[in-house]
């Protein structure tokens, strides 16, 4: 049972575009919300992670939108670079817990 | 500073071997981690220690899974009589115990045959 649903599984975007990746979950007991970046080869690295009193958090050139009420959250990555080519996993954790349940990844890819 | 560090970073084993993974955390973190990661996947939680202690092992598979930490600081996850589908690459964690940011190390890629 995936615990945390994301879509699209791999995305394509000319340099300059705005690819935006999206996660589901069921868990109410959940209540923060990070996104880490994989390079081949590399662990996962946190690139930014909201919490659900917020709808939505910027850092950079990244974006979190957050809707509780949906139980959804997004990543959008804009003015996006070939360097962002990554895979990307959201994640959650429950409360009190540090425990993370990552989402299945989106394969990022970004042309020149 | 020194990240999360693991070894070996590949280790190639015949079905029915033991293997011993390493992890060396971030100095000072509090809260250790593995995961195990299938190819194309997301890491899957396997344990966590606070200190030396492993207050969570509900994510290993079997009891051929091991792992300990028995000074605080690093970690060993054991599989014993390797089977094919543990193939993966190994990811271990650290953290300051703050219920935040987890630092990754590289992972160990396990290939059984």
């Known amino acids: ?112 | 500073g020194a990240g999360v560090s693991q070894s070996p970073r590949y280790k190639v084993a015949k079905r029915g071997q033991d293997v011993a993974l390493r992890c060396d955390p971030i100095s000072g973190h509090v809260s250790l981690f593995w995961y195990q990661q299938a190819l194309g996947q997301g890491p899957e939680f396997l344990t966590y220690f606070q200190n030396e202690a492993q207050l969570d092992k509900s994510g290993l598979p079997s009891d051929r899974f091991f792992a300990e930490r028995p000074e605080g600081s690093v970690s060993t996850l054991k599989i014993q009589r390797t089977q094919q589908e543990d193939s993966a690459v190994y990811l271990c964690a650290s953290d300051e115990g703050s219920m935040e940011t987890q630092y990754f190390g590289p992972g160990t890629r396990l290939l059984v045959l």
């Not at chain 1, 649903?5 to 996660?23: A, D, E, T, Y």
């Not at chain 1, 690295?45 to 974006?63: C, H, N, Q, W, Y």
């Open chain 1, 1 to 112: 049972q995936q615990q945390v649903k994301q879509s699209p599984q791999s995305l394509i975007v000319q340099k300059g575009g705005i690819p935006i990746i999206n996660c589901a979950y069921e868990n109410t007991a959940f209540d923060y919300f990070p996104w880490y970046q994989q390079f081949p080869g590399k662990g996962p690295a946190l690139l930014i992670a909201i919490r659900p009193d917020v709808s939505e958090k910027k850092e950079g050139r990244f974006t979190i939108s957050f809707n509780k009420s949906a139980k959804q959250f997004s990543l959008h990555i804009m003015d996006s670079q070939p360097g962002d080519s990554a895979t990307y996993f959201c994640a959650a954790t429950e409360f009190n817990t540090d425990k993370l349940i990552f989402g299945t990844g989106t394969r990022l890819q970004v042309f020149p």
